[in-house]
């Protein structure tokens, strides 16, 4: 699933990687123990790897986000108390736990950027844009989970804010096979360019 549109260069990009946490991935995590179908987001890893690995050889800054919670969950809101109250109930990525952490595969550094928020959209109530402006950026790649709800609702912030915007399509995952193909389809209509992890190998290596 690739595109006829300019690859991003690596002098004016950053790759935002969106929660890619063991509360999210790993089978013994919140979301594994609320009932989610955690082993669905998997095959996001190792493309997820891939891509930071090309961006760390092309010098491209890297943003980690996590979904982070109070341990009272009273920053939640209507998402967490009426649509997901599970989460809550299994002591969700709450901040400083090893449910919110990274996991490890990914090999964040103290280097990189780290975005903790509590909304889908790695934009709303973040200094995540002033960091883009920042860094000089005009182009961003989005990797991560899950692919309807937190890379969807920050692509489409990115690409309001005039980002160029980029979704690797093989390095998000999402809980079943029809949201993910939806999700696609409609970044990769208006809000996004879709390439591969193999077409960025052609820019960033």
């Not at 029809?178 to 820019?203: I, K, W």
Request: net charge negative.
């Amino acid at each position: 699933m690739g595109t006829t549109a300019t690859l991003p260069a690596p002098s004016q990009s950053t790759l935002i990687v969106v929660d890619m946490q063991n509360g999210f991935i790993s089978p013994k995590g919140s979301c594994a123990a609320a009932g989610f179908p955690v082993a669905e987001l998997a095959p996001s890893i190792d493309p997820c790897r891939i891509a930071i690995d090309f961006a760390r050889r092309a010098r491209v800054p890297i943003v980690f986000t996590r979904y982070t919670y109070r341990a009272d969950f009273r920053d939640g809101g209507f998402m967490l108390k009426e649509k997901f109250p599970m989460l809550a109930d299994a002591k969700a990525l709450v901040a400083g736990s090893w449910d919110q952490a990274l996991i490890d595969e990914l090999g964040a550094t103290d280097s990189d950027f780290l975005i903790d928020k509590n909304r889908p959209s790695a934009f709303y109530g973040t200094p995540l844009e002033s960091y883009l402006k920042g860094l000089g950026v005009e182009e961003v790649v989005v990797c991560g989970v899950t692919t309807q709800c937190c890379v969807e609702t920050t692509v489409r912030d990115a690409a309001q804010r005039d980002f160029r915007t980029f979704v690797l399509s093989d390095a998000v995952a999402e809980w079943n096979p029809e949201q993910q193909a939806a999700a696609l389809a409609t970044m990769g209509m208006l809000f996004a360019h879709l390439v591969t992890t193999h077409d960025l190998a052609t820019v960033w290596r």
